[in-house]
């Protein structure tokens, strides 16, 4: 009896220090993120310190108007936009990993970013608006929609009986193909200059980012967010296994169907504002889960803090690699994700699986 009684305060001593680290650990990827935030505004053809953009971020009245309307107006879109887009792809990644149990899953698993390229190809080399009604923002338009009618193709045959997992995954693969084929074929036949067009869509750039696009992601996420966090222990009883999560009253298939819907609305938006940004969906939550453990109440902010710096670093070396030119983000994301991702696998990836 006495030896029970002194493992119980040991235990409850135990997980108190690892709940203390794991919101240390938030609270450092927190302050990471605005540091980061703070250096892409500062990176510009006018260079400008890193306090002063943060005394005229929090205290705008105290900056000239100068550098208030280069910070707020024109930088702050950019940087402020690549942090929504890194935390909804992110958490959109973490949450197709968590119901597929697949460490490679990720948005573009399942063929969004294609599906949206190839909208956006068709408002590019045809005209063709699949919205008439907003011809003015027909290139975003097409990509959100095509983007959600790829996501809803997937979620009404993943409502039928039989269907598992790999073949989720498998029909994602297939519609990755199937767009591509189609987006070369538009390709062949466009002029140069919509030919130019589709080429640096596909790439993803931060540079057409505007205060309303930002406040679009953030609204995605905050509706997101929170039905996430309601499900959080069913979400990390799942990673146990499909059969131990029904075991503990988890309604396995209607969870994955809720989580799907909700992640295609998280890759959509994001996509149709920015392009095809890679990697993000699958280093963020895999930095998330090595950090912080599969405990989605930690999980869930970790991976969005991740994804979200990620992509603001992103962001600054887009800016700092070339003076006088800001990169397609997009690229860089590609070459510094690879060696990432790789070196993720080789050292720690099986440990997190």
């Known amino acids: 009896m006495a030896s029970l009684s002194t493992e119980a305060p040991t235990t409850a001593m135990a997980y108190r220090g690892l709940v203390v680290r794991r919101v240390l650990l938030l609270g450092l990827l927190a302050g990471l993120l605005v540091l980061s ?24 009245g105290s900056a000239d108007v100068q550098m208030r309307v280069v910070v707020w107006d024109i930088r702050m879109p950019m940087a402020v936009l690549a ?28 063929g969004l970013s294609a599906a949206a ?19 003015g923002l027909m290139v ?9 009618a790829a996501a809803l193709l997937i979620f009404g045959l993943s409502t039928l009986r039989g269907v598992t997992v790999e073949t989720i995954i498998l029909l994602g693969i297939a519609l990755v193909f199937t767009f591509n084929a ?86 959509a938006v994001p996509v149709s504002f920015v392009g095809t940004i890679g990697f993000i969906g699958i280093v963020g939550p895999h930095v998330a889960r090595l950090l912080l453990g599969e405990d989605q109440r930690f999980f869930l902010p970790g991976a969005m803090l991740a994804g979200a710096l990620i992509l603001s670093a992103t962001s600054v070396l887009s800016k700092a690699l070339l003076p006088g030119a800001v990169l397609p983000i997009g690229i860089i994301t590609a070459l510094v994700g690879v060696p ?13 699986w």
């Open 140 to 148: 975003p338009i097409n990509a959100f929609l095509m983007a959600m």
């Open 37 to 60: 935030v703070a250096v892409d505004v500062s990176l510009g053809p006018a260079r400008y310190e890193v306090l002063d953009v943060l005394r005229t971020i929090f205290a705008p």
């Open 83 to 110: 942090v929504t887009v890194g935390a909804s792809l992110s958490l959109a990644g973490a949450q197709m990993q968590t119901i597929l149990a697949n460490p490679l899953a990720s948005p573009f698993t399942l």
């Open 182 to 267: 189609a987006l070369a074929l538009l390709q062949y036949f466009a002029s140069e200059q919509a030919l130019s067009a589709v080429v640096f869509w596909t790439m993803g750039s931060l540079t057409k980012a505007t205060w309303p696009k930002v406040g679009v992601t953030a609204v995605i996420l905050l509706i997101c967010v929170p039905l996430f966090a309601r499900r959080a222990w069913a979400l990390t009883a799942i990673r146990l296994g499909e059969a131990r999560a029904a075991a503990m009253g988890v309604p396995v298939r209607r969870l994955r169907l809720e989580a799907l819907f909700l992640v295609s609305l998280l890759a």
């Open 340 to 352: 990432f991702f790789a070196a993720l696998i080789l050292t720690k990836g099986r440990k997190a």
């Open 117 to 135: 390229s190839f909208g956006a190809a068709l408002a590019m080399v045809l005209g063709v608006a699949l919205f008439p009604a907003v011809i």
